[in-house]
DNA sequence: TTGACATGTGACCGGATGGTCACATAACTT
DNA sequence: AAGTTATGTGACCATCCGGTCACATGTCAA
């Protein structure tokens, strides 16, 4: 198994996309913490967290019996990078700022 | 399924990540021309594109009995926004572009 | 219009994946 | 030391997914 094939793989779970949302939005949290807040056993996201941790797109830091997760945002940038180039980056921010302009006077 | 749920769905697999590879390089390919490049029967490509295809990652054209295959951005683009604001994402290219220099210079 | 070319469909099978449970270890508290 | 809290492990099962095949449709060229 490759890295970037963890990562996308990792990724393709709505549960685990869900988790890095909740990173997102605050870092350095435990798992039963995040546990609270999936419909799903302690066991089911401690194995996401385990897979979004060998993936690379959460890191750990163990604080006494705790275990916090926080969300690392490069191999996300890879992924833009493999498919965009700078060029297409201007155009698509262009028309994805134009696309919200728009949607905000509606 | 929802929108973003067939876009990770899409990208989890290797062969169809090799397909936007390919797509990246150069648009516009047909099936036929694409099954050339992958260890696969025309069958497993074909699938492999229409799952691109209804995830929005590749929009088509037919022209004649051909249809030609191209790379759509903007799914990728809007991954990349869901995790990465402003300002990450001003720190993480500027980490990634001192990476790249480093290594082009050992 | 006949044959070759490009693509599409539905069924099938082996292997991978998501979620749970019983059980276990380690650390804080009193 | 004992009870509670936070996390870890391996097995299990239902379901999904990748790839192939037999068969079919539509298009171009002579």
Same mark, same amino acid.
């Given at each position: ?6 990562? !996308? ?7 685990? #996309? !869900?988790?890095?949302? =909740? ?6 949290? &435990?798992?039963?913490?995040? *546990? +609270?807040?999936?419909?799903? &056993?302690? !066991? ?9 941790? *060998? ?5 750990? #830091?163990? +604080?006494? #019996? @705790?275990?916090? $997760? !926080? ?8 992924? $833009? ?7 297409? @980056? $201007?155009?698509? &921010? ?7 302009? =728009?949607?905000?006077? +509606?």
């Amino acid at each position: 198994m490759t890295d970037d094939d963890r990562v !996308f793989k990792a990724l393709a779970d709505p549960s685990r #996309r !869900f988790l890095l949302d =909740l990173l997102f939005a605050r870092d350095g949290r &435990t798992l039963t913490e995040l *546990e +609270s807040e999936l419909e799903m &056993t302690r !066991f089911g996201v401690a194995k996401h967290l385990r897979v979004l941790e *060998e993936a690379g797109l959460v890191v750990t #830091r163990r +604080s006494g #019996r @705790e275990k916090l $997760h !926080f969300l690392n945002p490069v191999p996300i940038r890879q992924i $833009h990078d493999r498919w965009i180039d700078k060029y297409t @980056e $201007h155009q698509i &921010t262009t028309l994805i700022d134009l696309k919200r302009t =728009l949607e905000e006077e +509606s």
